[in-house]
């Protein structure tokens, strides 16, 4: 069985930085690019960013949305089957839940919610 699980939310203040994790079983991160996307209180779900498979030189390559650019950064390890979302700076308007999901594909965690306050 698949299953993606987010970790690491939580409350923080405004200029604060958190990293969520994406834990992975049942398949092996390094066969998939994988990407977050988050989901504010109200709002349709929204793409944060991407990160490819590693080619046999072991790069990566990484996208990342234009409104977190700068502030946030994709990482994998995939001898952990581990994804990562290093976020610092964070600003009241990065408040969401934040998913996970095996790109292409039906694998989505169910979530982690940051909220950033004062």
């Known amino acids: 069985q698949v299953q993606l699980v987010e970790s690491g939310g939580g409350l923080v203040q405004p200029g604060g930085s958190l990293r969520l994790s994406c834990a992975g079983s049942g398949l092996s991160f390094s066969n998939f690019a994988l990407t977050w996307y988050r989901q504010a209180p109200g709002k349709e779900r929204e793409w944060v960013g991407s990160?490819?498979?590693?080619?046999?030189?072991?790069?990566?390559?990484?996208n990342i949305a234009e409104t977190v650019k700068g502030r946030f950064t994709i990482s994998r390890d995939d001898a952990k089957n581990t994804l990562y979302l290093q976020m610092r700076d964070l600003q009241l308007e990065d408040t969401a839940v934040y998913y996970c999901?095996?790109?292409?594909?039906?694998?989505w965690g169910k979530g982690t919610l940051v909220t950033v306050s004062a």
């Open positions: 990160i490819t498979r590693r080619t046999g030189g072991g790069t990566t390559d990484r």
């Open positions: 999901r095996a790109t292409g594909t039906n694998y």
